[in-house]
Nanobody, 117 residues
Framework: EVQLVESGGGLVQPGGSLRLSCAAS????????MTWVRQTPEKGLEWVSG????????FYGESMKGRFTISRDNAKSTLYLQIFSLKSEDTAVYYC??????????WGQGTQVTVSS
């Protein structure tokens, strides 16, 4: 059974940073690209970032470039998202997704990030 468990969210002041983690199990992690998406009531679902199977290629949404860094540790079957200089508009539930030929086939339960002073 595929399982994705996100962690690392929380309440952070504007300008702070966070590292989100996504622990994967139930599939061969390095056979799949992975994706981070986020969701808010106002904007709905927003694609954040993606990474190739071996981590050699990374992709970011336009508004994420420069402040977000995606990475993965295939030995630990774990995906990461480092976010710097957090802004109030980064407040969202962040999900990791197993990516199968461009489709987000499995999702985690999400981790809440709240940016507020």
């Amino acid at each position: 059974e595929v399982q994705l468990v996100e962690s690392g969210g929380g309440l952070v002041q504007p300008g702070g940073s966070l590292r989100l983690s996504c622990a994967a199990s139930g599939f061969t992690f390095d056979d799949y690209a992975m994706t981070w998406v986020r969701q808010t009531p106002e904007k709905g679902l927003e694609w954040v970032s993606g990474i190739s199977q071996k981590g050699s290629r990374t992709f970011y949404g336009e508004s994420m470039k420069g402040r977000f860094t995606i990475s993965r540790d295939n030995a630990k079957s774990t995906l990461y998202l480092q976010i710097f200089s957090l802004k109030s508009e980064d407040t969202a539930v962040y999900y990791c997704a197993k990516t199968d030929h461009g489709s987000w086939s499995h999702w985690g339960q999400g981790t809440q990030v709240t940016v507020s002073s």
